[in-house]
Each structure stands twice: as C-alpha cells, then as structure tokens.
C-alpha cells in the first residue's frame, strides 16, 4: 500500500525520479592546472535538459562564470566530457568547455588573473533544473604540486629554482620569460618532474627594468650554475621561453653546447630591437651590441640577415609553438622561417612546428584558464578564446613528452 501511494504521489507531481538525489561529480576533484577533468551529472530525468554553471574569483579579484545546456541521455547523465552542450558559453565537445570559456562578470575586468602566490584556485560548479541548483561541486587547481621545493636564488642570478618532490638528479630546463621571473611555467614543469629554473633578466629587483643591453654571458653564468647544483642532471638541461623569452631561448641554444633541447613559445627567428629604450639593442655578448631589427624592418633581406638566429648551431632538437592569429607579431612566419633555414642547414636533430588556428600570441600557453581577454590596442594578443584553449590543450602533453624524450636521449655534450 505503501508504495502505490509513493507511485501515486509520483504521478501526480508529474514524474518519479530515481531515489537517488541528483549530484554533479568532478573527477578528480583536485588537480594542476594543465590537467583536464571529467564533469557528470546524474540521477536527471532521461533527455532532460539541465545547465551546468561555473564561477570563480581570479588572483586579481574578478569575478568569472561560463554556463552551458545539456541533454541528459536515456540514463539521466551528462557527461561533459562526452556530450556537447545544446547551448551556452561554449558550443562544442570539450571536457573543459566550462573553464576555458568563462567571461568576466564584471566590467572592469581585461584579462584573467592566476593566483597570487602560486596560490590554487576554486571553481565553483552548480546543477540547475529549471534555473533552480539541485546541486553543486568543486574543482580545485593547484599551480604546484606537492612535495615541490622551491629555491630562491639571490646575488649574480636572480629567479627561483622549482625541484620536483622526488629525490635524486632530474632533467633541468632554464625557463626564460617575457620580463620577471616565470614562476608559473616553472612551476608547471617542476610538477611534472623537471628541475625548473625561473630565471629573471629584467623587470625584476636587482635588474634592469627594460628589454636593452642584456648580457647573454648572464645567462651562461646561469647554465654553469645549474649544471652545479645536484638537483639537477649535468647533460640533461635545456631551455624554454615565450615571446621575447622565445627568441632568447633560440639565442641561447645557438650558443651554449650544453642546452640539449630548446622549446619556444610564439618565437622570432630574429633578434628585435628594444621598444622605447635607451639602447635600441636587446641582447650583447662581451660588452658588444648583437645585429638587431625593427619589426617594420624585417622585409629587408640585408637588416634580417643580419640579426637572424644562427638556430642551425643548436646542439639538440627543437619545438616552435605558434598562433596563426597572433597579433603581437607574425610567429608562425618566422617559426617557418626557422624550419626552413634548419632544412638548408642539414639539421641533424629534429625539429617539430605546432601552428593553431585561431590562435593568438599566447598559444599554447601550459595552463587550463578562462581564454577570453579583451581587444586591447597595446598589446594586442589575437587569437579566440577558443583558439587560445584548444592549443593549449593540445600542445601540453607534446611539450612535456618532447621534453622528456629530448632529455632522456640528450648526448654528453662535448
């Protein structure tokens, strides 16, 4: 009797859902940034359709949130990772839709913030039904790992050294950046088993505040220093960098034998001139200016020959990253121009060109965060929110399995 007036009660409410509550899962729960997650909802009516919304407060104070549609199937689930959503912030199949497509709520907001500190982040997710939440869930991304140490480095060099949790002797990789020191990218690859070496070579205490007139002999102070410490493999060292980080990681594989393998980011093939500084030039080498060129300069065969990269000198293999849509500069022109001076040269390592589409000047970029950045006139990115996510998602595990297998193959050098 008891259950004819549960099933009555049921069909007068119109249906009779599971007894099973309906919940919104995320597995895992807790992850670092470039690690993507599954997202389901269950106990839903079949092809029902809910909206699964998604809010966070970045390292700067704003306010995000993306939202999107879904159909339960046949067994009341949703499945993120599975389904595409019928509507909403993002349209495609994307198990991370929900992050990468958050706009900011408030006005004033330009671009995404990470956490301060290398602080994590919560991303609050709610099941709605009906524009009513049955259901809620958390996602926590961590900037670090644990167990990793981080080592400040103060006097003649200047960053933080990031050593995995292991023990032991592990690859190292000299991280250079676009101005202070890349403790996020650091970070990223310490988490990942690699002895990372923030490296700050302006825009940071105890040194210039512009891109002129920086010795690359500081640099090679910070390869010996490396090859010193006994965290990290003395053979197994190479260098990555983004943007003017790009070019000075090809600059610096060009030069010093024992960089074994070189990733950049959205790079040139040339050495730019400064931007509104006292010295014109970038980069010397014993107290002398190296040839140098203005963007507005590089359709002259003479002035780009001058300052172009001698990347054939390189003693390892190399991975360009760039966005068609970047609007910084033409990088997938001049990663192209790389590829094919290393053809003419009879490069004997390999070379790898990841090109996206819609991607911007920060392609690629090692980290799963909402994409969306307003058109500013300087700098101007490029680039899709969509663009920006999907070779992000893409180039992650290449850059990291690239490393490894560069790393782990890397000659003594000579």
């Not at 001058?306 to 990663?335: C, F, N, R, Y």
């Amino acid at each position: 009797m008891r259950f004819r007036a549960f099933l009555a009660v049921c069909l007068l409410a119109g249906s009779c859902r599971a007894l099973s509550a309906q919940e919104l899962k995320i597995t895992p729960a807790r992850v670092l940034f470039d690690e993507v997650v599954a997202i389901r909802a269950s106990g839903l009516q079949p092809n029902e359709r809910v909206t699964i919304q998604a809010t966070l407060v970045d390292g700067a104070g704003g306010h995000w949130s993306s939202q999107a549609e879904f159909k339960a199937d046949e067994q009341g689930i949703v499945d993120v990772s599975r389904q595409a959503p019928e509507k909403g912030s993002y349209n495609e199949l994307s198990a991370m839709g929900l992050i990468w497509s958050m706009k900011p709520t408030d006005k004033n907001v330009d671009r995404y913030s990470p956490p301060r500190d290398l602080g994590n982040q919560i991303i609050e997710l709610e099941l709605l039904e009906g524009g009513k939440s049955v259901a809620k869930a958390q996602l926590e991304q961590r900037e670090v790992a644990d167990g990793v140490r981080q080592i400040k480095v103060q006097g003649e060099l200047h960053g933080v050294l990031f050593v995995p949790a292991a023990d032991g002797s592990h690859p190292g990789v000299l991280v250079v950046g676009r101005g202070g020191a890349p403790l996020e990218t650091a970070a990223w690859l310490a988490s990942h088993g690699f002895a990372a070496f923030a490296l700050a070579y302006f825009g940071y205490e105890g040194l210039p505040q512009d891109l002129e007139a920086i010795p690359l002999e500081y640099f090679g102070r910070a390869l010996a220093w490396m090859r010193q410490r006994p965290e990290i493999a003395t053979d197994r060292i190479a260098v990555l960098g983004a943007s003017r980080g790009g070019e000075l990681a090809l600059q610096l594989g060009s030069m010093y034998p024992h960089i074994r393998a070189v990733v950049a980011y959205v790079p040139a093939n040339v050495r730019f001139g400064g931007n509104g500084t006292r010295f014109p030039y970038a980069w010397t080498v014993q107290g002398h200016p190296l040839a140098y060129v203005f963007p507005a300069r590089l359709n002259s065969p003479t002035a780009a020959m001058l300052a172009a990269i001698p990347v054939e000198q390189t003693h390892g293999p190399i991975l360009l990253i760039s966005g068609k849509d970047d609007a910084t500069w033409p990088s997938p022109t001049m990663a192209d121009a790389i590829v094919t001076r290393l053809k003419s040269a009879h490069f004997e390592y390999a070379v790898e060109h990841l090109c996206y589409s819609h991607a911007g000047h920060l392609a690629g970029r090692p980290e799963i965060v909402p994409a969306w950045h307003r058109e500013m006139s300087r700098p101007f990115l490029g680039g899709t929110p969509k663009g920006d996510a999907e070779s992000s998602l893409d180039a992650i595990p290449k850059v990291l399995e690239f490393l490894r297998t560069s790393l782990e193959t890397a000659a003594p050098a000579k």
